[in-house]
């Protein structure tokens, strides 16, 4: 009886062991533009890809509509959270996901790698962190506030970059 129990286990065990794991979710396309946006800056500097993370997309989706509904689209503190976050409010202005990663990138202009530092009266952080060298993982949400039309959009980086003293690349 052990004998027979045994070759049984053993077939199942191997059976599970050559089922294909399931697939994962597709990425949203918001998610896909915020994901492929933010590859294209961190290739640019030698970095390597992020990965699109599905409990970040969710969590900053909750805060941004938080901010949207019950903070009239302000910026959300981020200073206390776990993940790195970066985000952008655009007045009467309707932002796509590339258009916001772009606006983060566009501070790369102001941002010096040999002293690791950002020129007077400009702040890289937003740059910065989007090509954190360390940083493997991205979720990303963006709400449209009624009253302006204006955008507010958030993303949660884990881990986390911008950490003082060290460079981003």
Request: net charge positive.
């Amino acid at each position: 009886m052990n004998k027979l129990l045994l070759v049984f286990l053993t077939i199942l065990l191997h059976r599970a062991a050559a089922q294909p794991p399931p697939p994962s979710p597709a990425i949203p396309p918001d998610g896909k533009e915020y994901l492929d946006a933010h590859n294209k800056a961190r290739s640019e500097v030698g970095v390597g890809p992020l990965r699109w993370n599905f409990q970040l997309a969710k969590a900053t989706s909750l805060l941004v509509r938080f901010q949207r509904d019950r903070e009239n689209c302000r910026f959300a503190n981020l200073t206390s959270g776990k993940y790195g976050g970066n985000q952008m409010w655009a007045a009467e202005e309707v932002m796509t996901p590339a258009r916001v990663v772009e606006n983060w990138v566009s501070e790369k202009a102001y941002y010096s790698y040999a002293n690791n530092s950002c020129a007077r009266n400009h702040r890289c952080g937003v740059y910065t962190q989007v090509v954190w060298r360390n940083t493997a993982e991205l979720g990303c949400a963006l709400a449209r506030c009624a009253g302006d039309q204006s955008t507010l959009a958030i993303c949660f980086y884990n881990p986390p970059g911008n950490v003082i003293g060290e460079s981003p690349y």
